[in-house]
């Protein structure tokens, strides 16, 4: 007896496309065809699909599948990969609901770690998580916690709203005042988050790409003039002539 490729499809448990991929990627033979052309598959080729469709059910590659299809011992090497790829995606959907649940309870943003979710009095504008969003990347987990106790309690504060809405041709004067009323806030973050770490300490990923990445991204994100009061208000807190956008970006918001 003899099946066609939609007939042993449908015993193996499979689909079409599925066995077609098998026979392009040399997992499954092709079988030979009737005179009227179309393909006869027999029990060898059913056997073999019903391995490839079980081990397919318990998560392996196709590259594995390869591996130990035809393996007659036990593929135990195979298999205890197979078990640790699947602890860790367990353990990270695991660490997801619990994300889901705070994100639910919270009504937090989803687009933000859940380290980094505002508190209620806290205002985010969408430059603002745009901003976050970036350094949440390029972040360790202890700047993480760190950070997200500033955001979480983070003030409104009118320097904010004046910052977000100062436009790009706003003259000297505007600049100045918005520089002069910014800095005693930022003196106040800073005594109140004297432990807050460099963003260019997370040398994991390389102090010079960080820096590279969050110039890139302060540059698109806010408009000259709003660069310049920037540079200006923390050259007077640093008491430096050279800005640290890592870090102080954010704690202007």
């Not at 029990?43 to 397919?56: A, D, E, N, Y």
């Not at 919270?106 to 380290?115: C, G, I, K, N, V």
């Not at 973050?189 to 110039?215: C, F, N, W």
Request: hydrophobic letters at 40%; zero cysteines; glycine letters at 6%.
């Amino acid at each position: 007896m003899s099946w066609s490729t939609r007939e042993i499809a449908e015993l193996a448990g499979t689909s079409l496309r599925a066995v077609r991929h098998y026979h392009e990627v040399g997992l499954l033979e092709e079988p030979e065809r009737r005179v009227n052309g179309y393909k006869q598959y027999g029990v060898p080729h059913l056997v073999r699909l019903l391995r490839i469709k079980r081990l397919v059910d318990l998560g392996f590659s196709l590259n594995q599948i390869a591996e130990t299809v035809d393996e007659g011992e036990h593929p135990g090497r195979a298999l205890r990969t197979l078990d640790a790829e699947l602890a860790a995606t367990v353990e990270r959907l695991q660490r997801a609901r619990l994300e889901l649940t705070t994100l639910i309870e919270q009504r937090a943003p989803a687009d933000l770690p859940a380290e980094l979710t505002p508190g209620e009095a806290t205002v985010l504008s969408k430059t603002d998580r745009s901003l976050l969003l970036v350094m949440a990347r390029l972040m360790n987990g202890e700047q993480l916690q760190t950070y997200g106790a500033l955001v979480r309690n983070l003030p409104a504060h009118p320097v904010n709203q004046e910052f977000d809405e100062l436009s790009a041709d706003a003259g000297e004067h505007i600049r100045q005042d918005l520089v002069e009323r910014m800095v005693p806030y930022l003196r106040w973050l800073r005594q109140d988050h004297p432990d807050l770490p460099d963003l260019y300490t997370a040398v994991s990923k390389g102090k010079k790409i960080i820096r590279e990445t969050m110039e890139t991204v302060l540059h698109e994100l806010y408009n000259p003039a709003q660069l310049d009061v920037l540079h200006r208000a923390h050259v007077i807190v640093d008491g430096s002539t050279q800005p640290r956008p890592g870090r102080n970006a954010t704690e202007l918001r």
